[in-house]
């Protein structure tokens, strides 16, 4: 009796899936190509992954992948401090530290497990940690198992974060966290007025880069360069599997840090280590991004704005972030399961935003036009937006 009572408290709200007859989540992907997917047996434009520069299809990327199998197999089978350390891993590291510019950094099987690893590692229970309110799940997550005292402050609100690190009295270390380029909208953080106050109160900036690495910055290099910060003397993270399509994230900063974390970090050191085709596709990424950003950038920027003009012709009411994510606010859960099924009945594959991902009644559905996209693809999908506002906004 006690079992089922437990298996029964497990049960998820799918009323919205009831309601609406569509569920978008874990839809059957069976195969991917250049400008879309093939989910359900039928071809998808691909509005919905992070393959920002549309490189996770690039031969140049896969080639560089097989033969990384050649040389170490499919995987190592060990943790990097044991038997799983292959070369690539000093390689990629150091193509990543003069790319990001963020210092010496420690490479994870994924972005969300550095970020869990990292609080826990190095925050103690008395310090206190400030942290966006629109911070990424995985950066919450991270914060909860320090079991330290959280301040959320205002998104992007440097008055409402300066009055906190004033007001703060604790005897403990202060952290101020967020993220680079905001997941569910789209909005930058100022950076560099979050790192100028963390120098004025004595506390240590957080951030994670993982949907600006890539995309933002003059040469695509990330948050530091956009925002023109040079000697970071925080603490920086991203994943490697968005704009450098393939999979892992890093943690980076003061080579102290670093060499701490690979030695006393239990998300690191007991968790069998990234592939060594990761590594390799990573390192073929970073090549292409320094010979073709500008390219790939311009491509990326202009279907956003044709989308983004489309959207808002069809009256639908968008995010205003500056990045080339393009939000869609629905409001209730039902609301957005309604857009989201609306758009892929279109063959328009979209991202649906429901809690605990976003606050309850501000669900919204993300549509990355990424640079893999060509005129076909987006005329595509400006003919299904058009479509679409007319059924929801009538």
Request: hydrophobic share 40%.
């Amino acid at each position: 009796m006690g079992t089922e009572r437990f298996y029964d408290s497990l049960s998820i709200d799918k009323s919205a899936a009831f309601e609406t007859g569509f569920n978008p989540y874990y839809r059957s992907v069976e195969a991917v190509y250049r400008t879309g997917a093939l989910i359900d047996g039928e071809s998808y434009i691909d509005c919905a992954s992070n393959d920002y520069l549309g490189l996770a299809a690039d031969p140049r990327v896969k080639d560089a992948m097989k033969k990384a199998i050649d040389t170490y197999g499919a995987s190592l089978c060990g943790t990097p401090i044991a038997s799983g350390y292959a070369r690539l891993f000093t390689e990629i590291g150091k193509k990543l530290e003069l790319f990001t510019g963020a210092g010496e950094n420690v490479i994870f099987p994924s972005c969300y497990q550095a970020n869990c690893a990292l609080f826990q590692n190095i925050v103690g229970e008395s310090d206190t940690i400030l942290v966006d309110h629109y911070a990424h799940a995985s950066l919450i997550q991270g914060i909860r198992l320090a079991r330290c005292k959280v301040k959320p402050f205002k998104h992007n609100d440097m008055e409402h974060l300066e009055r906190l690190l004033k007001s703060d009295g604790s005897t403990g270390r202060k952290w101020v966290v967020t993220e680079s380029v905001f997941s569910t909208e789209g909005s930058i953080a100022p950076l560099d007025r979050i790192a100028d106050l963390c120098e004025m109160y004595d506390a240590v900036p957080v951030v994670d880069d993982s949907h600006g690495i890539g995309v933002i910055g003059r040469n695509g290099r990330g948050i530091l360069e956009e925002k023109n910060i040079r000697g970071f003397k925080g603490i920086y993270t991203a994943s490697l599997g968005k704009a450098l399509a393939n999979a892992g994230g890093i943690i980076a900063g003061d080579p102290r840090l670093i060499d701490y974390m690979k030695y006393s970090c239990p998300g690191l050191i007991y968790s069998t280590a990234l592939t060594p085709s990761s590594l390799a596709g990573i390192g073929a990424v970073l090549d292409i991004i320094e010979a073709e950003f500008p390219a790939r950038s311009l491509r990326l920027r202009q279907n956003r704005a044709v989308v983004l003009k489309a959207l808002k012709e069809a009256a639908f009411t968008c995010s205003d972030g500056e990045s080339p994510i393009v939000s869609v606010i629905c409001g209730s859960d039902t609301a957005t399961f309604r857009c989201a099924r609306e758009f892929f009945n279109r063959k328009i594959f979209t991202t649906a935003f429901v809690p605990p991902s976003v606050p309850p009644g501000e669900g919204l559905i993300r549509i990355i036009a990424g640079a893999k996209l060509g005129e076909n693809e987006i005329s595509t999908i400006t003919a299904a937006i058009a479509e679409t506002g007319k059924e929801i906004n009538g």
